[in-house]
């Protein structure tokens, strides 16, 4: 069975516990501090006084519409439900008096890690995100660093988001920052991607194929190749091939509709290193920030 809404919803929730266990139970309990949108929230609220998840809440909220307007309506889409949710979520708690404090700042560290990086990707994992400091990542590439590639706008963002936390936290609770952003993408990646690639190409081989090319191009939103001369070396059976490649995300989701569907394919995983196309999860061929 496909995952009910009511299933997506639970892990949408959990999600947002984990995320704001690990900031308001450990974290700030600790005197660590984090970077990206929350990191940001905390020095507002260090000169102003107003609860940072509330602050929180403000800047999600604009980036969702910056995100509409400059994104489109698919992207905005995945994150208008964590923007509302999360913050909620994360204010509730601040309120709760639950402190975890751990004798060594590195145990601490870790455990915030693991447990945000958690909380991150199960949402990812279901196609939904927070739409923090990565989708202002994507903003600015859209609209102004066109050729430099994602992640290093990305970089250059969590560092103008550290020089800009100067103003309330020490250095050495910035070097916890960054060396707890470290774990938390870490364990983020291991439950969205498994340490796997991002990109891959996926192909498949089957007879009454046509459901599955329909979930590729209307909802992963993927082109796909298709082959109708295909034959079975076994079977000696004409067969259909198709072919897509996709983020981790789809592969994912794509997964899950033909092992729900009990589709009869033969698939074949290929992980890629690049990808060059007009999508936007592929490179381009005038980029040269390619490593």
């Known amino acids: 069975m496909r995952k009910s809404p009511v299933f997506k919803a639970f892990l949408l929730i959990l999600g947002c516990l984990c995320c ?38 403000a800047i999600t909220i604009i980036i969702l519409v910056i995100t509409w307007l400059t994104l489109g309506k698919k992207d905005a889409s995945n994150i208008v439900i964590l923007s509302i949710l999360y913050p909620m979520v994360l204010w509730v708690l601040s309120f709760v008096d639950v402190q975890i404090i751990f004798e060594e700042k590195l145990i601490a560290l870790a455990a915030f890690g693991v447990l945000y990086g958690v909380g991150i990707g199960i949402p990812y994992r279901i196609g939904f995100s927070y739409g923090g400091d990565d989708t202002v ?25 550290l020089l800009f936390m100067t103003l309330a936290f020490s250095l050495d609770q910035l070097a916890y920052a960054f060396a ?29 194929m046509e459901k599955i090319e329909d979930f590729v191009i209307n909802t992963i939103h993927k082109s796909v190749t298709i082959y109708h001369d295909a034959m079975g070396g076994y079977s000696k059976e004409p067969k259909v091939q198709m072919s897509c490649v996709c983020n981790s995300r789809e592969y994912v989701q794509l997964r899950e509709f033909i092992k729900e569907g009990n589709y009869d394919c ?26």
């Open 20 to 57: 704001s266990i690990s900031t308001n139970w450990i974290m700030i309990p600790n005197g660590l501090a984090a970077p990206g949108i929350t990191g940001i929230s905390m020095t507002i609220e260090h000169f102003t006084g107003i609860n940072y998840a509330l602050i929180y809440y």
């Open 266 to 291: 033969f698939i074949k995983v290929i992980p890629l290193i690049h990808v060059f196309g007009n999508n936007r999860d592929f490179h381009r061929l005038d980029d040269e920030n390619i490593e």
């Open 137 to 161: 990542a994507k903003i600015l590439k859209k609209t102004i660093w066109k050729s430099t590639e994602l992640k290093k706008i990305y970089s250059f963002e969590e560092v103008i988001i």
């Open 180 to 208: 707890g952003q470290l774990i938390y993408v870490n364990s983020m990646n291991y439950v969205v991607f498994n340490l796997g690639p991002k990109l891959y190409d996926v192909q498949m081989i089957g007879k009454n």
